[in-house]
C-alpha cells in the first residue's frame, strides 16, 4: 500500500462536527508534508488545510479557519493526519481527500495542489441545512 486511506467522512447537520483520519506509511511519507484537500460538485479541488513533515506551521483555507484543525501523529509504522471539523456548513459538502507532497522537507504556503500527489480515494462529507 502506497496511497493514504481516509475515513471518517458521513452526513452531519449544519453545526455538527466530523473528525476525518488519514492513515498513512511512515515508511513511505515521514519526510512529507501532508494536506487535506476538498472537491464538490462542479468546483475545482481546493486545500483546505495542511502541515509540514515536521506536523507543525499549519495551513488552513480563509473559508476554514476557526473551525477546522488539524493534527498529524506519527510512528515507527504509521502516519495518522486527522481533521477535526466543527461548525459545519452545508457549502463543506464535499469529497475530501488526503495526499503527501511530492518533494520531501518542502512545504509551500499556500499549498499548490499541482505539487501534491500519493492521493486517497477520498471520503465523502455532506452537511444538511
Known amino acids: 500500500q502506497v496511497q493514504p486511506i481516509e475515513s471518517g467522512g458521513g452526513l452531519v447537520q449544519a453545526g455538527g462536527s466530523l473528525r476525518l483520519s488519514c492513515a498513512a506509511s511512515s515508511r513511505t511519507f515521514s519526510a512529507y508534508a501532508m494536506g487535506w484537500f476538498r472537491q464538490a460538485p462542479g468546483k475545482e479541488r481546493e486545500c483546505v488545510a495542511s502541515l509540514t513533515y515536521l506536523g507543525d506551521i499549519p495551513y488552513y483555507a480563509d473559508s476554514v479557519k476557526g473551525r477546522f484543525t488539524i493534527s498529524r501523529i506519527s510512528d515507527n509504522t504509521k502516519i495518522i493526519l486527522q481533521l477535526q471539523m466543527n461548525s459545519l456548513k452545508p457549502e463543506d459538502t464535499a469529497v475530501y481527500y488526503c495526499?503527501?507532497?511530492?518533494?520531501?522537507?518542502?512545504?509551500?504556503?499556500?499549498?499548490?495542489?499541482?505539487?501534491?500527489?500519493?492521493w486517497g480515494q477520498g471520503t465523502q462529507v455532506t452537511v444538511s441545512s
Open positions: 495526499a503527501a507532497h511530492k518533494s520531501p522537507y518542502y512545504s509551500d504556503y499556500p499549498p499548490r495542489i499541482e505539487n501534491f500527489g500519493s
